[in-house]
């Protein structure tokens, strides 16, 4: 398999091996891949602190007034609180 085929072959299984999903043949198999790509391990290592600070910091106040906005455009005002 060529470099870009593995690299695309990296992105569709991405999501499974970041969440500690993928079987143990796969987890091998991407992280040889990452040893030899450099674009792939900036990726997958950037992707990979994006979710751990989307997990770990303290989600930021929405004002009142936006998050009415937001749930009339999206059609969830039944979740807007009285």
Do not use: W
């Not at 999903?21 to 290592?45: G, K, P, T, Y």
């Amino acid at each position: 398999m060529s470099q870009h085929g593995e690299c695309r072959h990296l992105l569709d299984d991405l999501s499974l091996y970041l969440d500690g999903e993928a079987s143990e043949a796969l987890c091998a198999e991407i992280e040889q891949h990452l040893r030899d790509c450099d674009n792939c391990r900036v990726m997958v290592d950037t992707l990979g602190k994006t979710i751990y600070l989307y997990q770990h910091l303290p989600q930021p106040a929405l004002p009142s007034a936006a998050r009415e906005r937001l749930y009339k455009r999206l059609d969830l005002t039944e979740f807007l609180e009285k």
